[in-house]
């Protein structure tokens, strides 16, 4: 993968938009060193995207990376998978990590984070052992994992609470929340999200607001991995109001879940774009939704886009 950071970004954003087909092309990239460290973070940040089950193994494997930013980025991944079927091997690896003393303290903070969308109760002994740890910034993070205070209660609960009571001050939070609590909260709550963070994003100064927008992409991800449809008119809209590319987790979502009634917004969306690789992205979102339909040229939405833009996407095949 490259080095270039624009160059980086473009491929992890046409490998989240493809979605499951590139999950085996990703952990490649991950168990290959020669790729270089910065294109191994690429790829898990494409994997914790798509949250696909096949990429835990390469993800445990990589949290014991001699580079610290690929065994941050693995256990990002892993974070994912800590509440489901195979938690057990997440939270036995995450706890070695922690408990290593010698590992870096980027890497150990990481994992204890993670660890912090359990319930206190179980991590009630593993906080007890690092009381007494040498590292000053470990043990502050373990004494507000105390108490189950609201910013250390389970995914689940925090993403309830944020959208009964209100989003945090943190967009990455708010996303780091998304990724093991998407997984079972209830839609409507998911929902609820995706309109809290619109209202935060009219609020915000343009400086904060992609972060946010950012963080309202990652909650539709979280919804079209449900396969649920809620959000359909909220992406919809975003295309419609866009004078700038959206982030790639909304291409993301309509590649999983988007039907008919979006490709008339991908096709202005993708009329209007100067930005290549956003053009590009809105045409694989586009043959993607497509193919998944199963449309053909007959479709009255095809024939529409056709007589109003004069083509199709660029690259859409029948």
């Known amino acids: 993968m490259s080095e270039s950071a624009v160059t980086r970004e473009a491929a992890i954003a046409r490998l989240t938009v493809i979605g499951p087909r590139a999950v085996e092309s990703l952990i490649v990239f991950v168990d ?23 990429a835990l193994d390469a993800a445990l494997r990589a ?17 994912v998978f800590l509440r489901g079927r195979r938690g057990a091997a997440v939270l036995d690896r995450l706890t070695a990590i922690v408990l290593d003393r010698a590992g870096p303290e980027t890497v150990r903070l990481e994992a204890v984070a993670a660890l912090g969308d ?20 470990i043990r502050a993070q373990v004494d507000a994992g105390r108490g189950r205070r609201p910013a250390d209660m389970s995914s689940l ?13 943190d967009p990455d939070a708010l996303r780091r929340m998304l990724g093991p609590g998407g997984t079972a909260a209830p839609l409507p709550t998911l929902h609820h999200i995706i309109e809290r963070i ?14 946010w ?36 987790e909304f291409l993301a979502a309509l ?14 969306a993708h009329a209007r774009a100067a930005d290549r690789w ?41």
């Open 118 to 137: 359990l319930n206190p109760s179980t991590l009630k002994p593993l906080w007890d052992a690092l009381g007494e740890d040498p590292s000053r910034v």
């Open 278 to 318: 956003w053009r590009e992205h809105l045409a694989d979102t586009f043959q993607a939704i497509v193919a998944r339909e199963g449309l053909t040229r007959r479709h009255g939405v095809i024939k529409k886009i056709e007589k109003r833009w004069g083509r199709l996407p660029a690259g859409t095949v029948f």
């Open 198 to 211: 619109r209202e935060r994003e009219a609020s915000e100064p343009s400086a904060r607001r992609g972060e």
């Open 63 to 79: 949290t014991m990376d001699a580079d610290a930013g690929v065994a941050a980025a693995a256990i990002a991944v892993a974070r």
């Open 32 to 54: 290959r060193p020669e790729t270089g460290a910065k294109g191994r973070v690429a790829a898990l940040r494409a994997l914790e995207a798509l949250g696909d089950g096949r």
């Open 157 to 169: 609960d925090r993403l309830a609470a944020a959208a009964e009571h209100g989003l945090p001050d």
């Open 213 to 248: 927008t950012r963080a309202r992409g990652t909650a539709h991800v979280a919804l079209a991995k449900r396969s649920s449809r809620l959000g359909l008119y909220d992406l919809r809209e975003a295309l419609d109001g866009a004078t700038a590319p959206l982030p790639v």
């Open 255 to 268: 590649s999983i879940v988007g039907d008919s009634s979006c490709l008339e917004a991908i096709a202005s």
